[in-house]
Protein backbone atom coordinates (compact mmCIF):
# COMPACT_ATOMS: atom_id res chain seq x y z
CA UNK A 1 0.00 0.00 0.00
CA UNK A 2 1.25 3.71 -0.24
CA UNK A 3 3.06 4.85 2.21
CA UNK A 4 0.70 7.59 3.34
CA UNK A 5 -2.07 4.61 4.08
CA UNK A 6 0.22 1.96 5.83
CA UNK A 7 -0.28 1.26 9.34
CA UNK A 8 2.57 -0.16 11.74
CA UNK A 9 2.54 -3.48 13.26
CA UNK A 10 1.82 -1.80 16.95
CA UNK A 11 -1.33 0.41 15.09
CA UNK A 12 -2.27 -3.17 13.55
CA UNK A 13 -2.39 -4.70 16.82
CA UNK A 14 -4.32 -1.42 18.64
CA UNK A 15 -6.44 -2.00 15.91
CA UNK A 16 -7.44 -5.30 16.90
CA UNK A 17 -7.61 -5.03 20.30
CA UNK A 18 -10.38 -2.72 19.66
CA UNK A 19 -12.08 -5.09 17.92
CA UNK A 20 -12.09 -7.37 20.42
CA UNK A 21 -12.74 -5.23 23.03
CA UNK A 22 -15.72 -4.26 20.69
CA UNK A 23 -16.99 -7.90 20.57
CA UNK A 24 -15.93 -8.26 17.21
CA UNK A 25 -14.54 -11.90 17.46
CA UNK A 26 -13.51 -12.01 13.55
CA UNK A 27 -10.07 -10.35 14.29
CA UNK A 28 -7.68 -13.34 14.94
CA UNK A 29 -4.09 -13.96 15.60
CA UNK A 30 -4.40 -16.91 13.13
CA UNK A 31 -6.20 -18.59 10.63
CA UNK A 32 -9.56 -20.02 11.40
CA UNK A 33 -9.38 -23.62 12.06
CA UNK A 34 -12.01 -26.75 11.92
CA UNK A 35 -10.59 -27.78 15.50
CA UNK A 36 -12.48 -26.07 18.40
CA UNK A 37 -10.37 -24.01 20.64
CA UNK A 38 -9.27 -24.93 23.32
CA UNK A 39 -6.72 -23.78 25.98
CA UNK A 40 -3.36 -25.56 26.36
CA UNK A 41 -2.95 -26.18 30.24
CA UNK A 42 0.35 -26.37 32.27
CA UNK A 43 1.20 -27.10 35.45
CA UNK A 44 3.18 -24.83 38.32
CA UNK A 45 4.62 -26.60 40.84
CA UNK A 46 5.30 -23.76 42.92
CA UNK A 47 1.20 -24.43 43.84
CA UNK A 48 2.15 -26.99 46.09
CA UNK A 49 4.88 -25.68 47.71
CA UNK A 50 8.35 -27.48 48.75
CA UNK A 51 6.33 -31.35 47.90
CA UNK A 52 8.48 -34.00 45.44
CA UNK A 53 8.52 -33.85 42.18
CA UNK A 54 7.86 -37.75 42.43
CA UNK A 55 4.22 -36.83 44.51
CA UNK A 56 3.47 -33.49 41.76
CA UNK A 57 3.88 -34.85 38.36
CA UNK A 58 1.25 -37.44 38.50
CA UNK A 59 -1.05 -35.13 39.11
CA UNK A 60 -0.54 -32.90 35.77
CA UNK A 61 -2.66 -35.41 33.48
CA UNK A 62 -5.61 -34.91 36.11
CA UNK A 63 -5.68 -31.23 35.03
CA UNK A 64 -5.38 -31.94 31.48
CA UNK A 65 -1.72 -31.28 31.16
CA UNK A 66 0.96 -32.88 29.81
CA UNK A 67 3.49 -30.33 30.88
CA UNK A 68 5.18 -28.82 33.69
CA UNK A 69 5.83 -26.15 35.07
CA UNK A 70 9.40 -25.90 37.31
CA UNK A 71 10.08 -23.63 40.37
CA UNK A 72 12.79 -22.62 42.14
CA UNK A 73 12.58 -21.12 46.10
CA UNK A 74 11.49 -19.73 47.61
CA UNK A 75 7.63 -20.21 45.93
CA UNK A 76 8.84 -23.97 45.30
CA UNK A 77 11.93 -26.16 45.10
CA UNK A 78 11.44 -28.51 42.48
CA UNK A 79 14.16 -26.81 40.47
CA UNK A 80 16.26 -27.79 43.42
CA UNK A 81 14.89 -30.80 43.44
CA UNK A 82 15.87 -31.91 39.60
CA UNK A 83 19.61 -30.82 40.72
CA UNK A 84 19.40 -32.95 43.67
CA UNK A 85 17.46 -36.00 41.25
CA UNK A 86 20.10 -35.43 38.56
CA UNK A 87 19.33 -34.88 34.63
CA UNK A 88 19.00 -38.83 33.83
CA UNK A 89 16.84 -39.85 37.35
CA UNK A 90 14.89 -36.48 36.51
CA UNK A 91 14.45 -37.36 32.78
CA UNK A 92 13.19 -41.16 33.94
CA UNK A 93 10.55 -39.51 36.69
CA UNK A 94 9.13 -37.09 33.47
CA UNK A 95 8.96 -40.67 31.98
CA UNK A 96 7.09 -42.56 34.48
CA UNK A 97 4.33 -40.37 34.73
CA UNK A 98 4.03 -39.41 30.74
CA UNK A 99 4.78 -35.51 31.44
CA UNK A 100 7.04 -33.32 29.88
CA UNK A 101 9.15 -30.26 31.28
CA UNK A 102 7.48 -27.56 29.63
CA UNK A 103 8.70 -24.44 31.42
CA UNK A 104 11.63 -23.25 33.69
CA UNK A 105 10.45 -20.03 36.14
CA UNK A 106 13.46 -18.43 37.19
CA UNK A 107 13.32 -14.82 38.60
CA UNK A 108 16.53 -15.34 40.54
CA UNK A 109 18.79 -15.68 38.02
CA UNK A 110 17.16 -12.76 35.88
CA UNK A 111 16.96 -11.73 32.32
CA UNK A 112 21.01 -11.90 32.06
CA UNK A 113 21.70 -15.16 33.87
CA UNK A 114 19.79 -17.72 31.96
CA UNK A 115 22.31 -19.13 29.39
CA UNK A 116 23.12 -22.37 31.26
CA UNK A 117 19.52 -22.93 31.96
CA UNK A 118 18.54 -22.73 28.54
CA UNK A 119 20.94 -25.05 27.48
CA UNK A 120 19.46 -27.35 30.10
CA UNK A 121 16.01 -26.49 28.82
CA UNK A 122 17.28 -27.34 25.60
CA UNK A 123 17.76 -31.06 27.15
CA UNK A 124 15.00 -32.38 28.22
CA UNK A 125 13.81 -30.42 25.01
CA UNK A 126 11.51 -27.59 27.28
CA UNK A 127 10.53 -24.65 24.95
CA UNK A 128 9.77 -21.79 27.64
CA UNK A 129 11.87 -19.86 30.07
CA UNK A 130 9.69 -17.13 32.17
CA UNK A 131 11.61 -14.90 34.20
CA UNK A 132 11.01 -10.48 35.16
CA UNK A 133 12.66 -8.07 33.01
CA UNK A 134 15.56 -5.60 34.01
CA UNK A 135 16.01 -1.78 34.33
CA UNK A 136 14.45 1.23 36.17
CA UNK A 137 10.80 1.60 37.12
CA UNK A 138 7.92 3.68 37.31
CA UNK A 139 9.05 5.30 34.14
CA UNK A 140 6.48 6.80 31.60
CA UNK A 141 6.28 7.67 27.78
CA UNK A 142 9.31 8.52 26.24
CA UNK A 143 11.92 7.54 29.25
CA UNK A 144 9.81 4.04 28.95
CA UNK A 145 9.91 3.56 25.46
CA UNK A 146 14.27 4.11 25.70
CA UNK A 147 14.39 2.07 28.69
CA UNK A 148 12.65 -0.60 27.57
CA UNK A 149 14.55 -0.37 24.07
CA UNK A 150 18.01 -0.47 26.48
CA UNK A 151 16.82 -3.68 28.03
CA UNK A 152 16.31 -5.29 24.50
CA UNK A 153 19.87 -4.47 23.54
CA UNK A 154 21.37 -6.24 26.64
CA UNK A 155 19.80 -8.77 26.01
CA UNK A 156 20.67 -9.51 22.04
CA UNK A 157 23.62 -11.83 23.11
CA UNK A 158 21.19 -13.73 25.35
CA UNK A 159 18.40 -14.23 22.75
CA UNK A 160 21.23 -15.69 20.93
CA UNK A 161 21.45 -18.74 22.68
CA UNK A 162 17.61 -18.63 22.90
CA UNK A 163 17.30 -18.71 19.04
CA UNK A 164 20.43 -21.58 19.45
CA UNK A 165 18.34 -24.04 21.51
CA UNK A 166 15.12 -23.05 20.89
CA UNK A 167 14.01 -21.69 23.90
CA UNK A 168 12.05 -18.23 24.27
CA UNK A 169 12.24 -16.12 26.92
CA UNK A 170 9.05 -15.06 28.41
CA UNK A 171 8.99 -11.60 30.28
CA UNK A 172 5.96 -11.11 33.02
CA UNK A 173 5.02 -8.29 33.85
CA UNK A 174 5.48 -8.43 37.37
CA UNK A 175 5.26 -5.64 39.69
CA UNK A 176 8.12 -3.15 40.83
CA UNK A 177 10.06 -4.26 37.49
CA UNK A 178 10.51 -2.22 34.22
CA UNK A 179 8.34 -4.39 32.39
CA UNK A 180 5.52 -4.11 34.61
CA UNK A 181 2.67 -1.35 32.95
CA UNK A 182 0.29 -2.05 30.02
CA UNK A 183 3.09 0.15 28.24
CA UNK A 184 5.99 -1.68 28.73
CA UNK A 185 4.59 -4.75 27.81
CA UNK A 186 3.27 -3.09 24.64
CA UNK A 187 7.19 -1.68 23.58
CA UNK A 188 8.33 -5.11 24.72
CA UNK A 189 6.27 -6.76 21.61
CA UNK A 190 6.99 -3.70 19.44
CA UNK A 191 10.67 -4.07 19.85
CA UNK A 192 11.57 -6.83 20.76
CA UNK A 193 14.77 -8.30 18.26
CA UNK A 194 13.95 -11.49 18.26
CA UNK A 195 10.39 -13.88 17.96
CA UNK A 196 12.30 -15.58 21.79
CA UNK A 197 11.15 -12.77 23.28
CA UNK A 198 7.96 -13.14 24.44
CA UNK A 199 5.54 -12.14 27.10
CA UNK A 200 3.98 -14.39 30.34
CA UNK A 201 0.75 -12.07 30.84
CA UNK A 202 -0.13 -12.10 34.81
CA UNK A 203 -3.73 -10.30 35.07
CA UNK A 204 -2.90 -10.01 38.79
CA UNK A 205 -0.74 -7.12 38.38
CA UNK A 206 -2.89 -5.34 36.17
CA UNK A 207 -6.05 -3.03 37.12
CA UNK A 208 -9.17 -5.28 37.37
CA UNK A 209 -10.79 -4.26 34.72
CA UNK A 210 -11.99 -7.07 31.97
CA UNK A 211 -12.43 -4.68 29.57
CA UNK A 212 -8.95 -3.62 29.86
CA UNK A 213 -7.17 -6.56 30.12
CA UNK A 214 -9.53 -8.45 27.36
CA UNK A 215 -8.04 -5.42 24.59
CA UNK A 216 -4.56 -6.29 26.32
CA UNK A 217 -4.71 -9.76 25.38
CA UNK A 218 -5.51 -8.32 21.88
CA UNK A 219 -2.52 -6.14 21.27
CA UNK A 220 -0.55 -8.51 22.82
CA UNK A 221 -1.40 -11.51 20.87
CA UNK A 222 1.30 -11.94 18.85
CA UNK A 223 3.92 -12.26 21.66
CA UNK A 224 1.96 -13.89 24.03
CA UNK A 225 3.37 -17.06 25.29
CA UNK A 226 1.73 -17.79 29.08
CA UNK A 227 -1.16 -16.95 30.39
CA UNK A 228 -1.54 -17.08 34.37
CA UNK A 229 -5.52 -17.23 35.26
CA UNK A 230 -4.57 -15.34 37.98
CA UNK A 231 -6.73 -12.18 39.91
CA UNK A 232 -5.66 -9.97 42.40
CA UNK A 233 -8.90 -10.98 45.08
CA UNK A 234 -7.19 -9.77 48.01
CA UNK A 235 -3.70 -10.09 47.61
CA UNK A 236 -1.14 -12.41 48.05
CA UNK A 237 1.14 -10.54 50.75
CA UNK A 238 -1.24 -10.85 53.80
CA UNK A 239 -1.44 -13.61 56.02
CA UNK A 240 -5.46 -14.08 55.30
CA UNK A 241 -7.37 -17.20 55.60
CA UNK A 242 -7.25 -19.74 53.30
CA UNK A 243 -10.56 -18.85 51.59
CA UNK A 244 -9.29 -14.92 50.80
CA UNK A 245 -6.09 -16.45 49.74
CA UNK A 246 -8.20 -18.35 46.92
CA UNK A 247 -9.90 -15.20 45.55
CA UNK A 248 -6.96 -15.16 43.46
CA UNK A 249 -7.98 -18.17 41.61
CA UNK A 250 -10.76 -18.06 38.74
CA UNK A 251 -13.64 -18.40 39.07
CA UNK A 252 -13.25 -17.68 43.15
CA UNK A 253 -12.83 -13.68 43.32
CA UNK A 254 -14.54 -10.90 41.80
CA UNK A 255 -12.49 -10.76 37.83
CA UNK A 256 -15.07 -11.72 35.07
CA UNK A 257 -12.65 -14.02 33.04
CA UNK A 258 -15.45 -14.00 30.43
CA UNK A 259 -13.77 -11.50 28.01
CA UNK A 260 -10.48 -12.80 28.75
CA UNK A 261 -11.14 -15.88 27.47
CA UNK A 262 -13.60 -14.33 24.69
CA UNK A 263 -9.79 -12.12 23.45
CA UNK A 264 -7.72 -15.72 23.88
CA UNK A 265 -10.68 -17.08 21.39
CA UNK A 266 -10.67 -14.41 19.12
CA UNK A 267 -6.59 -14.54 18.88
CA UNK A 268 -6.78 -18.16 18.62
CA UNK A 269 -4.24 -18.47 21.72
CA UNK A 270 -1.86 -21.22 21.01
CA UNK A 271 0.67 -20.11 24.48
CA UNK A 272 0.35 -21.90 27.52
CA UNK A 273 -2.36 -21.61 30.78
CA UNK A 274 -1.82 -21.79 33.96
CA UNK A 275 -4.62 -21.76 36.68
CA UNK A 276 -2.31 -19.61 39.27
CA UNK A 277 -2.30 -17.84 42.67
CA UNK A 278 0.67 -17.10 45.14
CA UNK A 279 0.10 -17.96 48.39
CA UNK A 280 1.18 -16.76 51.88
CA UNK A 281 3.92 -17.45 53.78
CA UNK A 282 5.32 -18.70 50.29
CA UNK A 283 6.31 -22.18 49.75
CA UNK A 284 3.48 -23.59 51.37
CA UNK A 285 0.98 -25.52 49.07
CA UNK A 286 -1.89 -23.63 48.02
CA UNK A 287 -4.37 -26.36 50.10
CA UNK A 288 -2.95 -28.81 52.41
CA UNK A 289 -2.68 -31.50 50.53
CA UNK A 290 -1.57 -32.82 47.09
CA UNK A 291 -5.01 -33.81 46.46
CA UNK A 292 -6.82 -30.78 47.14
CA UNK A 293 -4.37 -28.74 45.20
CA UNK A 294 -4.79 -30.49 42.33
CA UNK A 295 -8.61 -30.68 42.80
CA UNK A 296 -8.79 -26.67 43.00
CA UNK A 297 -6.76 -26.34 40.28
CA UNK A 298 -9.17 -28.68 37.94
CA UNK A 299 -12.24 -26.46 39.55
CA UNK A 300 -9.84 -23.10 37.95
CA UNK A 301 -9.74 -25.24 34.37
CA UNK A 302 -13.22 -26.66 34.29
CA UNK A 303 -14.67 -22.93 35.25
CA UNK A 304 -12.02 -22.01 32.52
CA UNK A 305 -13.28 -24.33 29.83
CA UNK A 306 -17.06 -23.70 30.72
CA UNK A 307 -16.27 -19.66 29.56
CA UNK A 308 -14.41 -21.39 26.14
CA UNK A 309 -17.84 -22.81 25.74
CA UNK A 310 -19.70 -19.93 25.88
CA UNK A 311 -17.33 -17.48 24.08
CA UNK A 312 -18.81 -18.37 20.67
CA UNK A 313 -16.25 -20.29 19.07
CA UNK A 314 -15.47 -23.21 21.51
CA UNK A 315 -17.34 -26.68 22.22
Same mark, same amino acid.
Given at each position: MPPSTAIDRRTFH? $????? =??? @??????????????FQ?????PSCMYGY??????????????ASQIDVWPKVHGDQ????????????AQLL????????????YKLGPFGLQDE?????? $????? =??? @?GSGPKGLQGAELKKAVGDFLEKMKPHLEVAEETGVTIAIENHANNLIESPDSLR???ELRPSNNLAIALAPYHLPQDEKFLAQLIGELAEGLQMFYAWQHGDGAHDPLPTERQLLQLPGRGPLDFQPLVDAL?????????????????????????????????????DYLNQLVAQSGKGK
Open positions: A $FAASA =IGA @GLTGVSHAAPSSVPLNYMLAKLAEILPEAQKISREQMDELGEEKFRKNNVQLGCITQMRLAQR $FGCKL =IVT @GWLLVAINYQGWTEVFMHPVPRGVPILPTVAATTAEIARGR
